[in-house]
């Protein structure tokens, strides 16, 4: 029966956290634009902070967010439509959903096995492998620390309610 009960656990805590993570996600950008709204910023969905997985200011190759493609005027309605349109090319954060999924079955374990300094291996894991990453975009690091805190808080709820309530 707890074979049971650890396996419900494991996919609860691996695969239903995923959409927890993009709620979370959803709710921060939620925040985000209200604050920009109050704040009379610019439009929401130009917002390179926000929920995207794409970093625009690598997409066109600029600081000031002109035209990348060859033969396009850099005028500013111009600008924002190329890098709307080029955004998709520079994915930031790749396999972050496979990674999620692993490091949430990986939280789940440790607690389950009695060995919750194992979270801080895959922690110092998941970031030395996007170090290099973290570092070059500002973007991807706020969208590490926030998706690494839900996935880590997601699996460790899980995990100590199924030990709690069902493993004893």
Do not use: H
């Amino acid at each position: 029966m707890n074979a049971l009960w650890i396996t419900l656990t494991l996919l609860t805590a691996g695969f239903v956290g995923w959409p927890v993570t993009a709620l979370v996600f959803r709710l921060a950008r939620t925040i985000d634009d209200r604050q920009e709204a109050g704040a009379g910023a610019a439009d929401p969905a130009n917002d390179p902070a926000a929920d995207a997985t794409a970093d625009p200011m690598a997409a066109t190759g600029t600081a000031s967010g002109a035209a990348a493609t060859p033969g396009t005027p850099a005028t500013p309605g111009a600008a924002a439509g190329s890098a709307a349109l080029s955004v998709s090319s520079v994915r930031i954060l790749r396999g972050g959903a496979i990674i999620g999924v692993l490091e949430r079955l990986a939280v789940c374990l440790a607690i389950l096995a009695g060995q919750p300094v194992a979270i801080a291996y895959v922690v110092a894991i998941k970031g030395l492998g996007r170090f290099a990453e973290l570092k070059e975009t500002p973007v991807a690091a706020e969208r590490f620390i926030i998706g690494t805190l839900t996935s880590l808080l997601w699996a460790a709820g899980v995990a100590a309610l199924a030990k709690v309530f069902f493993l004893g």
